[in-house]
């Protein structure tokens, strides 16, 4: 359970440093330098030893939701002009889905919640 939990939240960083870098390329501001920060946020909790992580135990308790947030913050953000600009921002709209599922999961999932409460 912990190294499924452990692998869908490294899928999820992967997928956000992926997602950051790519926006950064093709617009460069402040949004995208914010998702860069937020990766980097979340692939630190994921890497370091338990004890450096203790000393941040209520960040690190609540990074799941923290994470949830700002990428449900992400879509909220573009949500209206990527509608009203179909199809032109189909891949835009995709995207806001796939940060919407991820936001969920790290919500309700059962693995993901107990691995950022046990770490």
């Known amino acids: 359970m912990k190294e499924n939990a452990k692998l869908a939240v490294f899928g999820i960083a992967l997928y956000m440093a992926a997602k950051a870098l790519l926006n950064l390329i093709l617009d460069f501001g402040m949004t995208n330098i914010s998702m860069l920060i937020l990766t980097a946020f979340l ?18 308790r609540y990074a799941n939701y923290i994470t949830g947030v700002i990428l449900l913050l992400f879509v909220v953000q573009g949500l209206s002009y990527n509608l009203t600009h179909l199809p032109q921002s189909l891949l835009y709209v995709i995207e806001g889905v796939i940060d919407t599922v991820f936001a969920i999961l790290l919500f309700v999932n059962k693995d993901i919640k107990k691995f950022f409460e046990e770490k």
Request: net charge positive; charged share 15%; aromatic share 16%.
């Open 43 to 60: 692939a630190f909790l994921l890497i370091m030893p338990s004890k450096t992580i203790e000393k941040l135990g209520f960040l690190f």
